[in-house]
């Protein structure tokens, strides 16, 4: 759900990944959620604290996140509201090495 040429996906293709189970990421902020809703299954991690998260020790974020930590070969999906900050977080993720 990215902008800008990077990776992007429709809603129908967003659903289909969600049947196997990869884990979304939503990194607006959360008074964005609370405004204008969550999708389904995503987990909120606000861009500002993303870099920490996925940086945490596996039970931690297991226990914030209620979902399991990916492993840096795991596929995830990052979105946000206008594709901004969901391109920044492919970024932070690529560069503490997810691939």
Known sequence: ?????????SYQELKDLKKNHV????VRERWEV??????PASINIPLGELVEALQM???EFKEQFKQKM??????V???CLAGKRSKQALAFATFLGFS
Request: proline share 13%; aromatic share 6%; glycine share 6%.
């Open 1 to 9: 759900l990215c902008t800008e040429g990077a990776p992007s996906l």
């Open 23 to 26: 884990l979304h990421i939503d």
């Open 34 to 39: 609370d405004k204008f809703g969550k999708i």
């Open 57 to 59: 020790d596996p039970t």
């Open 70 to 75: 990916p492993a840096k070969s795991d596929p």
């Open 77 to 79: 999906i990052f979105s």
